[in-house]
């Protein structure tokens, strides 16, 4: 079946520091790949996506390539802040299917 | 109004109460939503309405009755809940043709049992 995993949190960062969170998949067609981000207290917004291999996502700083070849969709911003801090879902969605398939979700955590 | 609004917010209700959450889109989606998110588990996907048809009831107990009356409009109707249904409440709703669009979500209902 179609699946993410993500990496396990929580991550805690200092302000302006680099920040990855690691996504592969498992999917039986060819997904669309996507992050959610989910602030304290409310429900999930898109942050970015990709359609396509070699996509590149991007959004607010964050950026998330499409890499078939490794199945992977990497989220990454190169200076956080600290009103980044929320819980951050990788999810999947193949054609002729409604269902989206999430990862766990990663709370990252950005200390001043 | 755009987007997809959730109501209420918070709800606390007993263990003998009745009540209903309320989800409304206005996207012109053809496919809605129920999950639930609890603390420290994963995303739980409860109802899935498509075209008003429930295409997917994923063993959810009993005590939780989904109602589709319209594609603008979700309800979950709860009555008899236990504390350990204590969470987050969230829809969504989506396109059902577009794949490379992903699901809108509200805001959520926070429920508290007790």
Redesign the interface.
Known sequence: GDSVTQMEGPVTLSEEAFLTINCTYTATGY??L?W?VQYP??????LL?A?KADDKGSNKGFEATYRKETTSFHLEKGSVQVSDSAVY?C?L????????S????TTVTVRA | ETG?T?TPRHLVMGMTNKKSLKCEQHLGHN?MYWYKQSAKK??E?MF?Y?LEER??NNSVPSRFSPECPNSSHLFLHLHTLQPEDSALY?C?S?Q?DR??Y???????T?LTVV
């Open positions: 997904p669309s996507f959610y207290g409310e429900g999930l917004q898109l996506k359609t879902f999810a969605r193949v054609l002729n299917d409604y269902k989206l999430f990862g766990a979700g | 997809v959730q496919a994963p995303l996907l899935v498509s295409v997917e969230l969504a989506s059902e794949v490379g992903g699901y809108t979500f509200g805001s959520g926070r």
